[in-house]
């Protein structure tokens, strides 16, 4: 039998062991970043207004995430235009999105009786403040996921989340360069592939410019040039373009 020091010594490893198991499930729990939710005010507006443009069809291609792709219909508009347009193009970026709200969408018609060849999937640097770089890998795996059960014949191009802060040395970015290397783990080579563009934003010494990102976040129209150039031999294939 134990002595009273050998119980005291027992007991208190089982409750450490006790305490670390209860702490990973909760860790696990606490990732909201693959819970679909909705969002409130003019979000829902947008989100329906998508919902009323695949009723229409004609959708070769998607562009799913959050302000940075909502901005092709702001500074990228006209490089939108030429890359875009011509290919039976549908924006669905909202501002401020996360992983959750990506979820959410596809679930709630964003993507329903669609077939498009191609869509390009960049999310995730909004969840950066509030998630580990593994839970916002998860996000993603979850929305691709998502997009091969309900879109099976549609090529999924999952870009890496763009840089973001000045350098290297900016906690967000770091957390989302952690994601990224998970990321690029989803990709299968046959319809997911995964692409990362983020040296065409920076500067030698890893550095960003407001010359190609204004607040260190989001771009100008030098900057959707450089997205759609850099993506385009990889979408041409996807799309099967010649």
């Known amino acids: 039998m134990l002595n009273l020091k050998n119980r005291i010594v027992a007991c208190s490893i089982l409750a450490t062991l006790i305490c670390s198991t209860a702490m990973l499930v909760a860790q696990e729990k606490a990732n909201d970043a693959v819970v679909p939710v909705p969002r409130d005010g003019g979000w829902m507006k947008r989100h329906e207004s998508f919902n009323e443009r695949v009723k229409k069809g004609n959708v070769d291609l998607l562009l799913i995430g959050d302000s940075i792709t909502q901005g092709w219909e702001g500074s990228g508009k006209a490089v939108w235009e030429k890359y875009y347009t011509p290919r039976n193009a549908v924006n669905l970026g909202i501002g401020g999105d996360r992983t959750q709200h990506v ?121 959707y040039t450089t997205w759609a150039t850099a993506t385009e031999p990889k979408l041409k294939e996807l799309m099967g373009e010649k």
């Open 103 to 223: 979820l959410w969408r596809l679930d709630n018609g964003n993507i329903e009786g669609l077939s498009p060849k191609a869509a390009v999937l960049m999310i995730g640097t909004n969840n950066s403040g509030t998630n580990t770089s593994a839970q916002i890998a998860e996000g993603v795996e979850a929305i691709i996921k998502k997009l091969r059960t309900k879109l099976p014949k549609t090529k999924i191009l999952v870009l890496a989340i763009f840089p973001r802060g000045a350098d290297a040395n900016d906690a967000k970015r770091k957390v989302n360069i952690g994601a990224n290397e998970k990321i690029a783990k989803l990709a299968d080579g046959e319809m997911v592939h995964y692409l990362d563009i983020s040296g065409k934003f920076l500067n030698e010494d890893g550095t960003l410019s407001k010359e190609v990102m204004p607040d260190l976040l989001h771009l100008n129209e030098k900057s």
